[in-house]
């Protein structure tokens, strides 16, 4: 069945220190996988996404990291500042043109 | 920077009451979809509309649910007959093309309570 989670409900990390959020994903047909950051009181907003050809995509100061092999997704959020505070989310999509399925979701808590 | 409103913020409902929850997506946006967010737990899909219609719908939009473009502008989620398992956050999502994890955008939500 459908099938997007995470690994840890809760992440802290000092301020100025590296996140990483790990998801696992059980459907190896999905092809798009996206990473969503969700703040108190707001909807999702998209962070950055990577196809299933790509095994590793960079924004601004974040990278996700795919490896097909063991079904695993990442997100890497670099010298983590206290507006990175929210929920992640990773979802897929079984290709460009399907839903979006959501995972559960991990708080991120930035220590001072 | 455009965003798509959903009012109330807040509804508090009996259970079996009808309620209506209204979006206003983006102005030149054409796919609509709905989700919801049990307290704790994922997102999930509800349904999308594209064209006046349905374009998909998951196994928790049942006959209690529907959607509706009344005009150029509103975009609703109606569940009949509310049921405490419906007490969630609801939100409405748009996009200038369908299914575009990128461009679609997500409103603030609109908590329901059932009691």
């Known amino acids: 069945g459908e099938s997007v989670g995470l690994h840890l409900p809760t992440l802290s990390v000092q301020e100025g220190d590296n996140s990483i959020i790990n998801c696992a994903y059980s459907?190896?047909?999905?092809?798009?996988f996206i990473w969503y950051k969700q703040e108190s009181g707001k909807g999702p907003q998209f962070i950055i996404d990577?196809?299933?050809?790509?095994d590793k995509r960079q924004g601004q100061r974040v990278t996700v990291l795919l490896n097909k092999t063991v079904k695993h997704l990442s997100l890497q959020i670099a010298a983590t500042q206290p507006g990175d505070s929210a929920v992640y989310f990773c979802?897929?999509?079984?290709?460009?043109?399907?839903?979006?399925?959501f995972g559960k979701g991990t708080r991120l808590h930035i220590l001072p | 920077e455009p965003e798509v409103t959903q009012t109330p913020s807040h509804q508090v409902t009996q259970m079996g009451q009808e309620v209506i929850l209204r979006c206003v997506p983006i102005s030149n946006h054409l796919y609509f979809y709905w989700y919801r967010q049990i307290l704790g737990q994922k997102v999930e899909f509800l349904v999308s509309f594209y064209n006046n219609e349905i374009s998909e719908k998951s196994e928790i939009f049942d006959d209690q649910f529907s959607v509706e473009r009344p005009d150029g502008s509103n975009f609703t989620l109606k569940i009949r007959s509310t049921k405490l398992e419906d007490s969630a956050m609801y939100f409405c999502?748009?996009?200038?093309?369908?299914?575009?994890?990128?461009?679609?955008?997500f409103g603030s939500g609109t908590q329901l309570s059932v009691l």
């Open positions: 990577i196809r299933s050809n790509m």
């Open positions: 459907n190896s047909a999905s092809d798009y």
């Open positions: 999502a748009s996009s200038v093309r369908g299914n575009s994890a990128e461009k679609l955008f």
């Open positions: 979802a897929e999509m079984k290709n460009r043109d399907d839903k979006i399925i």
